[in-house]
């Protein structure tokens, strides 16, 4: 693994559009992002987490009205929901974003009025398809035909033929950096969804419209108060009004350009085509890296209204506790490709990898300690089976997960992760220490103290993951809390420096007790 990174990290989500409560897509990336976010500030790195709602635009406004409210009371609702899902779900963002804050509408007309300056906005007619439902405007090529032959976006959203004076942007001027710019190693991941953004733009980019004059619900366009500004252009603004822009900041200066961008793989064209254009007119760097990730499938089959297979986040989390869903969420789905999830998978996966492995290790490890060692740790000379697996778990917690966290790969740094774990319990097995006890007391603490180190190392590595049951356990490890980095795996003096201190191991408190399924939920109805 690579040495302790000092350097500015910043991390953003999609802002989510608040016309619906959160679904379980919207909890996953918020995870996926606390995790990169956690793993990278235990490396070392000041960084910089942001989320948040994107709250204009028709859809809402539409929305408002069939219910008979403000779009701004509408907005204040769905907003709180998301704000609540991170909480629960433990995700840790510095900044919670709205689109409707006052420094929001400032940023939003800073960058207009940069692009102005540079030339890329003229007021013309706009006539074409539009998606309310994507926000999004469709070439009559991109159209699909739905049953019945009406005409449907590539999503399968339904469009309407839209007339109205608007702003556009020459997105066309783009075409050469943009293509530059995808062709960048890195700059877009996974590399499908790179293939897929440069044959879009090879085949011509057309002007985009970027105001409207059919609501007002929006940001207003700076010296065009009868247009707001499309609202992507508002919303992908948010990744610098958290900065500060168009001030000169610190913050502005120290993280941007961004690190990541993780977003769903169906906005990957506004992210890395319309967003970067954008920077380049107003004269500002563009991120580092989007990583426009899968899909995750209620049982196989996307979640829709229709279906009535919509799953509400904080239900699992409630039923089968915040760190499970979050490991199960991490460990099931190769990241970048759509995975699946059922109750009975979460609990599945969870009482064999948490409960059955890992939470029994640690239970069996510092029980046997509380009871046949008084709890006193002792120093002590390991035999070469105790050096090869405090070896073997070193490499997995020190290297192996790190790496592969280091490019996303969250279930196959897991996977190490969990190897190391089996390593450890098959260990307990040839060793049995309950006998040793009888036989050989002195080799039974050496067993036990070995065991003890490992755990250590195994809690500090899956942090990111499972945050609050990994502090517990190095809690009741007495691993101070200022002891907990990566780069602490590499201190070998930790359990010397224990000792010393005279610590004791209490009776311990189950980590990941075994899940049940609900009764609802085996019924298929969570």
């Given at each position: 693994m690579a040495e302790t990174d000092t350097t500015p990290f910043y991390i953003t989500t999609a802002i989510s559009y608040p016309n619906g409560r959160p679904h379980i897509g919207h909890a996953y990336e918020a995870i996926a992002a606390d995790?990169?976010?956690?793993?990278?500030?235990?490396?070392?790195?000041?960084?910089?987490?942001?989320?948040?709602?994107?709250?204009?635009?028709?859809?809402?406004?539409?929305?408002?009205?069939?219910?008979?409210?403000?779009?701004?009371?509408?907005?204040?609702?769905?907003?709180?929901?998301?704000?609540?899902?991170?909480?629960?779900?433990?995700?840790?963002?510095?900044?919670?974003?709205?689109?409707?804050?006052?420094?929001?509408?400032?940023?939003?007309?800073?960058?207009?009025?940069?692009?102005?300056?540079?030339?890329?906005?003229?007021?013309?007619?706009?006539?074409?398809?539009?998606?309310?439902?994507?926000?999004?405007?469709?070439?009559?090529?991109?159209?699909?035909?739905?049953?019945?032959?009406?005409?449907?976006?590539?999503?399968?959203?339904?469009?309407?033929?839209?007339?109205?004076?608007?702003?556009?942007?020459?997105?066309?001027?783009?075409?050469?950096?943009?293509?530059?710019?995808?062709?960048?190693?890195?700059?877009?991941?996974?590399?499908?969804r790179r293939n897929e953004m440069i044959s879009f733009v090879e085949q011509g980019l057309r002007d985009l419209s970027v105001s409207r004059t059919s609501f007002d619900w929006g940001v207003k366009v700076p010296g065009s108060d009868n247009h707001v500004m499309y609202v992507w252009v508002d919303a992908l603004t948010n990744y610098i009004t958290g900065l500060g822009f168009p001030d000169d900041t610190e913050e502005m200066r120290k993280f941007w350009p961004a690190d990541l961008h993780l977003i769903g793989k169906d906005i990957v064209r506004f992210h890395t085509i319309y967003w970067p254009a954008f920077l380049m007119s107003a004269n500002l760097p563009v991120p580092k890296k989007v990583f426009g990730h899968g899909f995750l499938l209620n049982r196989g089959q996307k979640e829709s209204k229709s279906l009535g297979?919509?799953?509400?986040?904080?239900?699992?989390?409630?039923?089968?506790?915040?760190?499970?869903?979050?490991?199960?969420?991490?460990?099931?789905?190769?990241?970048?490709?759509?995975?699946?999830?059922?109750?009975?998978?979460?609990?599945?996966?969870?009482?064999?990898?948490?409960?059955?492995?890992?939470?029994?290790?640690a239970q069996r490890t510092l029980s046997m300690i509380a009871k046949n060692m008084d709890g006193r740790l002792e120093e002590f000379d390991p035999a070469e089976a105790d050096r090869q697996l405090l070896s073997l778990v070193g490499d997995a917690c020190n290297r192996e997960l790190p790496d592969a966290f280091d490019t996303l790969s969250f279930s196959t740094g897991i996977e190490a992760w969990l190897r190391a774990v089996y390593a450890c319990?098959?260990?307990?097995?040839?060793?049995?220490?309950?006998?040793?006890?009888?036989?050989?007391?002195?080799?039974?603490?050496?067993?036990?103290?070995?065991l003890f180190m490992a755990l250590r190392d195994?809690?500090?590595?899956?942090?990111?993951?499972?945050?609050?049951?990994?502090?517990?356990?190095?809690?009741?490890?007495?691993?101070?809390?200022?002891?907990?980095?990566?780069?602490?795996?590499?201190?070998?003096?930790?359990?010397?420096?224990?000792?010393?201190?005279?610590?004791?191991?209490?009776?311990?408190?189950?980590?990941?007790?075994?899940?049940?399924?609900?009764?609802?939920?085996a019924e298929g109805a969570v």
């Amino acid at each position: 693994m690579a040495e302790t990174d000092t350097t500015p990290f910043y991390i953003t989500t999609a802002i989510s559009y608040p016309n619906g409560r959160p679904h379980i897509g919207h909890a996953y990336e918020a995870i996926a992002a606390d995790v990169i976010a956690r793993f990278q500030r235990l490396r070392g790195r000041e960084v910089r987490f942001q989320t948040g709602t994107d709250e204009h635009g028709l859809k809402m406004a539409r929305k408002a009205a069939e219910q008979g409210r403000t779009a701004r009371d509408l907005a204040d609702e769905m907003s709180g929901y998301f704000r609540e899902m991170c909480d629960v779900l433990d995700v840790s963002y510095d900044r919670f974003i709205r689109t409707v804050e006052d420094d929001h509408h400032r940023a939003s007309q800073a960058i207009w009025q940069r692009m102005e300056a540079a030339g890329d906005l003229y007021l013309d007619r706009y006539e074409g398809w539009y998606s309310v439902r994507d926000e999004a405007y469709y070439d009559e090529s991109e159209l699909v035909e739905g049953e019945g032959g009406e005409k449907l976006s590539p999503q399968g959203t339904p469009v309407e033929w839209t007339v109205e004076e608007s702003w556009f942007f020459r997105l066309s001027k783009y075409e050469k950096p943009l293509l530059d710019l995808l062709g960048t190693p890195g700059f877009l991941e996974p590399a499908s969804r790179r293939n897929e953004m440069i044959s879009f733009v090879e085949q011509g980019l057309r002007d985009l419209s970027v105001s409207r004059t059919s609501f007002d619900w929006g940001v207003k366009v700076p010296g065009s108060d009868n247009h707001v500004m499309y609202v992507w252009v508002d919303a992908l603004t948010n990744y610098i009004t958290g900065l500060g822009f168009p001030d000169d900041t610190e913050e502005m200066r120290k993280f941007w350009p961004a690190d990541l961008h993780l977003i769903g793989k169906d906005i990957v064209r506004f992210h890395t085509i319309y967003w970067p254009a954008f920077l380049m007119s107003a004269n500002l760097p563009v991120p580092k890296k989007v990583f426009g990730h899968g899909f995750l499938l209620n049982r196989g089959q996307k979640e829709s209204k229709s279906l009535g297979n919509v799953t509400n986040p904080l239900d699992l989390a409630e039923a089968f506790g915040v760190d499970p869903l979050r490991y199960f969420l991490m460990r099931e789905v190769a990241f970048g490709q759509d995975g699946s999830y059922s109750p009975e998978a979460i609990v599945t996966r969870a009482n064999a990898e948490l409960a059955n492995s890992f939470g029994n290790l640690a239970q069996r490890t510092l029980s046997m300690i509380a009871k046949n060692m008084d709890g006193r740790l002792e120093e002590f000379d390991p035999a070469e089976a105790d050096r090869q697996l405090l070896s073997l778990v070193g490499d997995a917690c020190n290297r192996e997960l790190p790496d592969a966290f280091d490019t996303l790969s969250f279930s196959t740094g897991i996977e190490a992760w969990l190897r190391a774990v089996y390593a450890c319990n098959q260990y307990v097995d040839e060793q049995a220490p309950w006998a040793l006890r009888k036989t050989d007391p002195e080799r039974m603490k050496v067993v036990l103290q070995t065991l003890f180190m490992a755990l250590r190392d195994l809690a500090i590595a899956i942090q990111p993951v499972v945050p609050g049951k990994a502090a517990n356990l190095l809690d009741q490890l007495g691993v101070p809390a200022d002891e907990r980095r990566y780069a602490n795996l590499k201190d070998s003096d930790w359990y010397r420096r224990l000792v010393m201190a005279g610590f004791t191991v209490g009776k311990p408190t189950p980590i990941f007790p075994r899940l049940e399924l609900p009764e609802a939920a085996a019924e298929g109805a969570v």
